[in-house]
């Protein structure tokens, strides 16, 4: 739970940049619930450079009222060759935002001036785990970063309260693959380190990223009521990407799954869980990237303990109210 005993308890976020990942941090930058301490940024959705500038630019247009470090980490996942997702997301992981004008012909989104920190995401999640007590990581992309920091000390990163993340699929199929989730697909490698590392882990997976469907009728209608730089932003940025559930999927939307992982860190009574042994296959010839729950009634718990909270159902119409409220 991110609210402990009325105190508010630090957040990192760390994302790969595409769309999704943009809207979970719109609802982070506007929560009075989460204090956002860096973002850090991993290869996945688009290049680690572009996902840094795709962050950069969310920030620039929420304008909160702090400034906030945002740290590039990984280039590549551990073991595999680089992945991304660039034909859902666009070519700029942002539903290519070049392509908008003002009506005097001007940028809508100009070139930004802002550069992300100097500071290696590694060390800055370390250094973050040191510091503060009861530090929780929303991590909406592959687990590169967090699974590097690991390996690089792991006695400190066990010093973090709760890692959410956004990956996987217990109950339902593979989006990526019939296997396998996208994040966990791209990078299976640290999906099973961070699995193996004895910190909390909240699992927020397909089994109820797919209840959360976002219409694209209620993103205009959204900028049509409450017409403002974010709603813009909005609109913009999810038209190739809800172009492609459309086309292949025949729902004119999109899933709301980084949104959804950053409700959970918000308000953690929006799923039910089950507490899960979990694995994930990284040599699979067709299950490369599955996430394996252990649901026997029988399992040997000294063995096969419970490693992650699975999150199986979740309050949809809460949870839409809530994204709607801080978009």
């Known amino acids: ?28 930058l ?7 301490k860096a973002i850090t940024v991993v290869a996945g959705n688009i290049n680690v450079d572009q996902a840094a500038n795709n962050v950069l630019r969310v920030v620039s ?12 980490g990984c280039e590549k996942p551990l073991v595999k060759p680089p992945f991304n997702a660039a034909g859902i997301h666009g070519g700029d992981g942002l539903g290519e935002l070049e ?54 000390d792991a006695t400190t990163m066990k010093k973090i309260g709760r890692i959410i993340i956004m990956g996987g699929a217990v109950t339902v199929p593979g989006n990526i693959t019939a296997a396998a989730e ?9 999906a099973q380190v961070v699995m193996e590392s004895g910190i909390p882990l909240t699992l927020v997976g397909l ?7 976002l219409p694209r009728q209620v993103v205009e209608d959204n900028l049509q009521r409450r017409p403002s730089k974010v709603t813009q932003f909005i609109a913009d940025c999810t038209g190739i990407y809800m172009a492609f559930y459309r086309d292949n999927e025949g729902f004119y939307g999109c899933y709301l799954h980084d949104p959804l992982a950053m409700a959970v860190a ?42 992650v909270e699975a999150c199986l159902d979740v309050d949809t119409e809460r949870f839409l109210r809530l994204f709607d409220q801080l978009v």
């Open 1 to 28: 739970m991110i609210v402990l005993q009325n105190q508010i308890v630090p957040v990192i976020i760390d994302t790969d940049g595409g769309v999704d990942d943009a809207l979970a941090l719109i609802m982070a």
């Open 30 to 36: 506007n929560s009075p619930k989460l204090d956002l």
């Open 61 to 72: 247009i929420v304008e909160p009222d702090t400034s906030l470090i945002v740290a590039k």
């Open 99 to 152: 392509q908008f004008k003002e009506a005097d012909g001007t940028p809508r989104y100009p070139k930004l001036t802002t550069k992300p920190s100097t500071e290696n995401a590694i060390n800055l999640l370390l250094k973050a785990a040191q510091e503060y007590d009861n530090l929780t990581i929303i991590a909406l992309g592959p687990l590169t970063n967090v699974a590097t920091a690991i390996q690089k």
């Open 182 to 190: 996208f994040n966990f697909f791209v990078d299976p490698d640290a």
């Open 207 to 213: 089994d109820v990223a797919m209840k959360a469907p």
């Open 266 to 307: 918000i308000d953690p009574s929006l799923v039910t869980t089950e507490s899960l042994h979990m694995m994930v296959e990284i040599q699979g010839r067709f299950t490369t990237g599955m996430s394996l729950a252990d649901r026997r009634d029988r399992r040997d718990e000294k063995t096969n303990a419970p490693n």
